[in-house]
């Protein structure tokens, strides 16, 4: 098998398991109930844990609120913050969010009856920032992705927290594809909110954080039993929390390694394979600042879901756009905002590397998808044919 889907999510480190197992067994004390050792364990992991997602995304531990997984990190902080927005106000958003803040915008733009706008991005540009000043003075907030999912493009983070500063927005990053791929520095990024999400980089499924600054206008959604500092209310997963601490420790050790040039050396070579053996391939974001471990393509003439699934019948897994987008027709509104046609979108692929994979994968997964897409199109040719 050759895993090349690290976007949609990723092999758990090694040791979780044995690690956790304590936390489903005699250790399963309520963090709560600090008053005794059995508590006091539990309450001491999870700040343990703390301390190391700190570390790794250099976040003061007190930034950080534990949640069930990005998406509702970032359902918090918009449904944290708009409260103290008034009627008509604004937000602004890229053109290329994930579905998980464009729904959460969607939400509390209808209940708050206030406003959102989408920034214009291009194939050749992230986005071009709002210049209009009327309503730049009705914004409150700016949403932009580090990393964008689907194309692994760069947003340039901290010229958007300049326009932020300059016009006293509060900017809301939603580093899901970040964090744990790349050196990041939440104190230095200008966000004053960010999300993230620990399946993305070896920790497992259903665990994340809300990283936000203190002095905000928010307030919790959530408050219940006041865990988390009154931020988010319900009693917190240890074992999650436990992994979670664990995947960002070894995140940490594996970038200061070089991890994020090692997965540009394997993607790179990925696609030189690959467009020196076959014709007509386009490079999404090439000319633009890219993730090390992505890479998007678009490969005339086929149809990407069809493709991902025969070559996962060779046990190369990639993906046709992000995961929750594959089963659906629906051309993906990443490219298409981008100005790709519904034709191009749907010629798509995406192929993303992760910490287990090797040189070796890289350079056999371009032969494998070589030879899968001039076949579907030789076949695609004769299909033609025979109609005429
Ligand atoms: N944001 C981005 C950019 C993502 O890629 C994803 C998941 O794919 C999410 C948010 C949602 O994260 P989660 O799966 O933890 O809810």
């Known amino acids: 098998m050759i895993y090349l889907d690290n976007n949609a999510t990723t092999f758990p480190v090694p040791g979780l398991a044995e690690l956790m197992a304590p936390y489903l067994t005699s250790q399963f004390g309520n963090p709560s109930s600090a008053t005794y050792s059995l508590g006091k364990h539990a309450k001491n992991a999870i700040e343990k844990a703390r301390i190391s997602l700190a570390e790794l995304i250099d976040a003061d531990p007190e930034e950080i609120v534990f949640t069930s997984g990005g998406t509702e990190a970032i359902a918090m902080s918009f449904m944290g913050l708009c409260p103290f927005m008034k009627e008509g106000e604004v937000i602004f958003q890229s053109g290329v969010e994930h579905p998980a803040v464009r729904e ?18 291009s194939k050749t540009d992230y986005f071009r920032l709002p210049v209009e000043n009327e309503t730049i003075a009705r914004a409150r907030i700016i949403s932009a992705m580090s990393v964008n999912n689907e194309t692994g493009v ?15 927005l509060i900017f809301h990053m939603d580093g899901v594809q970040a964090v744990g791929k790349m050196p990041l520095s939440f104190k230095n990024s200008g966000a004053d909110l960010m999300c993230l999400s620990g399946h993305k980089f070896g920790a497992p499924k259903g665990i994340g954080a809300l990283v936000m600054k203190g002095g905000l206008s928010w307030i919790s959604p959530s408050g219940g039993g006041g865990q988390e500092k ?4 319900g009693t917190e997963s240890v074992p999650l929390i436990v992994a979670l601490g664990e995947a960002a420790r070894v995140a940490k050790l594996k970038l200061n390694e070089g991890e994020s040039e090692r997965l540009g050396t394997l993607r790179d070579r990925f696609e030189e394979l690959l467009c020196n053996s076959t014709p007509k391939i386009e490079i999404i974001g090439k000319q633009l600042n890219r993730i090390s471990n992505t890479s998007m393509i678009l490969a005339s003439g086929i149809v990407g879901s069809e493709l991902v699934e025969a070559l996962g019948e060779k046990e190369l897994y990639i993906s046709a756009g992000s995961a929750c987008k ?3 027709f629906a051309p993906s509104h990443v490219l298409s905002n981008m100005g790709y046609s519904p034709g191009e979108c749907v010629s798509a692929l995406r192929i993303s590397f992760g910490s287990l994979n090797t040189l070796e994968e890289a350079e056999k997964a371009a032969f494998i998808l070589s030879e899968e897409i001039k076949n579907n199109r030789s076949r695609k040719i004769t299909e033609l044919q025979s109609l005429y």
């Open 104 to 121: 959460s915008i969607r939400f509390v733009t209808n209940l708050f009856s206030i406003d959102s706008i989408e920034l214009e991005n």
């Open 154 to 168: 760069i947003h340039p983070v901290k010229e958007i927290a300049q326009f932020a500063l300059e016009n006293n």
């Open 326 to 328: 594959t089963k659906s």
């Open 230 to 233: 009154g931020r988010r209310g």
